[in-house]
């Protein structure tokens, strides 16, 4: 299976469980694994696990490409943590922590933040030298943060071209986009950096197309 029918299968899969109307996109379960392929991410943070969707999925794809990746979590809701337990797959293989400050001596490759509520200047304890940040969606204050702890980071915002599926909670034919997040590289390396650029250049590619079809 590729990788991104893996994030196509399982966003659906998602979609019909309860607590389905927080859980991240389609488009960010396939960014998230786009980026775990080409920088070899081996450990992963989230802070605010949710019902599971994103972390069941990296947990599928490093089963199905038999790539050993760490991930560890933060969540401290009861719904979402009795959730977690019957909704992950592989859920022994998830390290769970109810606060971030729970967590010593840990620094990851990358660390993923959906709907995190507390500050997020904590994070720099986790950071490796060039750990990469995808915050989910369109999180602009949360974005801002990051970018002043990070000063040297490169960011861009990674924007979908699809629309509501007919299997998401509470769907509604709508003409409007959905799908996005913020794509932060707190030192790039050279690799990162052409990454980042070809992703602009994407970008500002598809906002063009979002405003030529919204015309
Ligand atoms: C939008 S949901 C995450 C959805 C998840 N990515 C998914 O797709 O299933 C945000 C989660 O973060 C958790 N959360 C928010 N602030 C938190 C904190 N300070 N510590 C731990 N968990 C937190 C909430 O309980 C909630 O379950």
């Known amino acids: 299976m590729r ?7 399982n966003y659906k899969r998602f979609c019909a469980l309860d607590g389905s109307d927080y859980i991240a996109s389609e488009f960010a379960l396939e960014t998230i694994l ?3 392929k080409k920088f ?3 450990t992963i943070l989230e802070l605010g696990l949710g019902i599971g969707s ?25 719904f979402c943590l009795n959730a977690l337990k019957k909704n992950i797959i592989d859920y022994d293989d998830i390290e769970l922590y109810a606060e971030l400050n729970q967590i010593k001596n840990n620094k990851f490759d990358l660390i993923i933040i959906d709907g995190y509520d507390d500050t997020l200047i904590e994070i720099v304890a986790f950071c490796k030298k060039n750990t990469i940040i995808f915050i989910e969606g369109d999180r602009k204050g949360q974005t801002e943060t990051v970018r002043e702890i990070f000063p040297k980071s490169k960011y861009v915002n ?6 509501n ?10 003409s409007h986009y959905v799908g996005g997040g913020q794509l932060i590289f707190t030192k790039p ?3 990162m950096n052409i990454f980042w650029f070809l992703q602009k250049s994407i970008t500002y590619v598809k906002n063009k197309i979002r405003i030529f079809k919204s015309a």
């Open 3 to 9: 990788n991104r029918d893996l994030a196509v299968h």
């Open 34 to 36: 786009k980026i775990i």
């Open 40 to 42: 070899n991410v081996n």
């Open 54 to 78: 994103i972390s069941d999925t990296v947990l599928k794809y490093s089963k199905k490409d038999n790539k050993k990746i760490s991930y560890v979590g933060t969540e401290k809701n009861e």
């Open 158 to 163: 990674v924007i979908s071209l699809n629309k």
């Open 165 to 174: 599926k007919p299997y998401v909670h509470g769907y509604s034919p709508t």
């Open 189 to 191: 390396t050279f690799k």
